[in-house]
């Protein structure tokens, strides 16, 4: 084991965790999201956000960046809530933006670059009563909400992030209806993707307009789709569409500006010509799809897993959340290499409420990364999802993603195992051998290579 070297990152590589407002904030009540919760049948044993982790109480968000601080985290990503910020319609709040200013602040004070998001997946009431992203409105009314918020935080912001996974947003508001409003239209979900394409480049160039030097980007979800069986050829082009769908169709957007069907008609946009100045990636894990014209609402890909796959915990509905596959996002990052922009992996984590997979989740996955750096990769930071285990969405309370675990009833926090193996590797800047011979012996071979 001696002759073994650590695997390095790059000089001032981002090591953080990412959380978002209704997740963690708690009370929340003045968004769709909050609305959804109180109908039973929603949420998983319908659960509520409630106090969520109590980040917006004084003290509450900050005692939890201590922790990120204590586990040798150097950044943050979190949103900011539009429905606090923009109670009504063209009102602001100043004392919603104090408190954010009070918590940016608390980043600054422990080291922590800020990644802020604008929007992740919540919307105001009132922005929802006029037809949230289906509203052609939605871009405008998102431009103003984005100046405002530029002008009053922009200088404790290190990174913005415009929109969280808006191919998510779409497909689970509007395509499965697991998210509010629940839609399963076959059109809607592309009519929402435009807007939010859209809504980006406004944000993107609102932000610029105030500030030339901001890095403003957007977070993608993106996902491998991978032809279960890889001779059938029904197979392969289920997994192409599904793709193209999903992830590329995003892509190449915000690269070339045009918005091919069926987001648009091949028009260009010049406002969404360049729109990044950096990739946000959330990756969980790849899908692998059967043709299957049973599932129209799946687009006719019926998703399944490798027999032999490790997964992640079950969902509420009794399949697993996510197969553990570590090589795809070292794919995934060679192939957006000659994009030429800066990566960050917004997100990638695991539900594992008793950690049994955490820690080699972390070493498998950050070893890709690492050797996807290698490859040349311009990977320049990781958000863990998550610090904290916080309210999951559709999910409710079930699914534990932290690093950190939350008893809800106490607020009580209790480092997980994997914490100490994130925080070793965010320290030391490396993966080194003594924390894989620790945390996770049986990857040490693949992590390091035949020693
Ligand atoms: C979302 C997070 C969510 C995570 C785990 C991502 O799609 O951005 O808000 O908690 O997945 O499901």
């Not at 959804?36 to 968000?61: M, V, Y």
């Not at 599904?242 to 070339?256: G, H, K, P, V």
């Not at 599932?295 to 197969?323: C, H, I, K, N, Q």
């Amino acid at each position: 084991m001696t002759h073994v070297t650590a695997r390095h990152f790059p000089a001032g590589f981002l090591w953080g965790t990412a959380t978002a407002a209704h997740q963690v904030e708690g009370n929340n009540r003045n968004n769709q999201w909050w609305a959804w919760e109180q109908i039973p049948g929603h949420i998983h044993q319908n659960q509520r956000s409630g106090l969520a982790c109590n980040w917006w109480t004084p003290g509450g968000a900050e005692a939890d960046l201590d922790r990120a601080q204590a586990l040798g985290q150097n950044a943050h990503r979190l949103s900011v809530e539009w429905s606090r910020l923009e109670p009504s319609a063209g009102v602001f709040d100043p004392a919603a933006f104090a408190r954010y200013r009070e918590i940016l602040t608390a980043l600054r004070a422990r080291g922590l670059s800020a990644m802020v998001t604008l929007h992740h997946f919540t919307n105001p009431l009132w922005f929802e009563a006029q037809g949230a992203w289906l509203n052609p409105r939605s871009v405008a009314l998102f431009q103003r909400f984005v100046e405002r918020v530029a002008g009053e935080l922009g200088d404790l912001v290190d990174l913005w992030c415009t929109i969280n996974e808006p191919n998510v947003v779409a497909t689970l508001g509007y395509l499965v209806g697991e998210f509010p409003p629940g839609q399963r239209s076959p059109l809607a979900p592309f009519r929402v993707t435009r807007n939010l394409l859209l809504a980006h480049a406004a944000a993107y160039h609102a932000i610029h307009r105030q500030d030339s030097q901001a890095q403003v980007g957007l977070a993608l979800q993106l996902r491998p789709f991978v032809p279960a069986r890889p001779t059938a050829r029904l197979d392969r082009w289920v997994a192409r569409m599904q793709d193209y769908l999903f992830n590329q169709s995003l892509l190449t957007a915000i690269r070339d500006g045009v918005l091919r069907p069926p987001l648009g008609l091949g028009e260009t946009v010049p406002a969404l010509v360049d729109s990044s100045d950096f990739l946000g990636i959330n990756f969980y894990t790849r899908e692998l799809v059967h043709f299957d014209l049973r599932v129209p609402g799946d687009l006719f890909g019926r998703r399944s897993f490798s027999p032999t796959g490790e997964m992640s915990d079950l969902t509420s509905s009794g399949a697993p959340y996510s197969e553990c596959v570590p090589d795809s996002l070292e794919q995934l990052l060679r192939q957006l290499t000659p994009c030429g922009k800066p990566i960050y992996i917004t997100e990638c984590g695991l539900p594992d409420a008793d950690d049994n997979q955490r820690p080699r989740f972390l070493i498998t996955h950050l070893a890709a990364v690492q050797r996807a750096i290698q490859a040349g990769a311009p990977v320049e930071g990781f958000f863990h999802w998550t610090l904290v285990d916080n309210f999951e969405w559709a999910e409710g309370w079930h699914l534990r993603f932290g690093l950190i675990e939350l008893d809800t009833a106490t607020q009580a926090r209790q480092p997980r195992a994997s914490a100490q193996t994130y925080a070793d590797i965010c320290r030391t800047n490396a993966i080194t051998p003594a924390v894989v011979q620790r945390d996770a012996p049986e990857v040490f071979r693949q992590t390091f290579g035949e020693a």
